[in-house]
């Protein structure tokens, strides 16, 4: 697959990429702002067509699906952590937590909330509105967010990039105690590639090409 934009006609922002996600494997991309890497994460999770290629999930064009299939997908099957928390400022944590679940109809429990909360650390702000938290706390509100649904993978693009080193070394490595516990693919792009310490597979992006690493 390619990501070309039309405003630049000889920019590829992704040149001719492969790539392949297994089932709950732990998937980190690093590269320097600019590298292609969240154009790469965009286009795995449904939100940013390809300009060439296929995006296969389950065995099926992601992008040849119609909207409705496409957005149950990414509302029941992905889960999406961004760098910058994407909280919304008026509702509590407890509503942000479970916004998901509106889009989807699926059936939420309080008690689904408060553990996910209880595991994360912020069962004390679900009263909270999120400009009570500091950022620490709002990305693992996100993170909270991106799990209430039980997704297959989760999308995390640079979910650290905001916080200090303390911070940033618990959302790491939650996200990776998290996944590993429930069976849950990971895809994260960052500009550390030491984030995660025990990826199953390590990928650098530059310039729009991405090359494995390690695995």
């Excluded at 959302?171 to 996944?179: D, F, N, Q």
Aim: aromatic share 8%; proline share 4%.
């Amino acid at each position: 697959m390619t990501k070309r934009y039309s405003n630049y006609e000889s920019f590829f922002a992704l040149k001719p990429t492969s790539l392949t996600v297994d089932s709950g494997t732990i998937n980190v991309i690093y590269g320097k702002s600019g590298s292609g890497k969240s154009t790469l994460l965009n286009i795995l999770g449904g939100m940013d067509a390809p300009t060439q290629g296929k995006v296969m999930f389950e065995n099926k064009d992601l992008y040849q699906l119609n909207d409705k299939e496409q957005s149950m997908i990414r509302g029941k099957r992905f889960g999406f952590v961004f760098q910058f928390f994407h909280l919304i400022p008026e509702l509590s944590v407890y509503d942000n937590i479970s916004l998901p679940t509106q889009f989807t109809k699926e059936p939420l429990e309080e008690k689904d909330i408060v553990t996910i909360a209880k595991t994360l650390g912020v069962e004390q702000r679900l009263t909270s509105l999120p400009s009570t938290l500091s950022g620490g706390e709002q990305q693992l509100v996100a993170v909270a967010r991106a799990l209430i649904n039980h997704p297959d993978i989760i999308f995390a693009d640079e979910p650290t990039g905001n916080l200090d080193s303390y911070n940033s070394s618990k959302v790491s490595e939650l996200l990776e105690t998290l996944c590993k516990e429930r069976d849950v693919t990971l895809v994260l792009v960052t500009h550390d590639k030491d984030l995660i310490q025990s990826p199953d597979n390590l990928y650098q992006m530059e310039d729009g090409n991405l090359q494995l690493i390690r695995k």
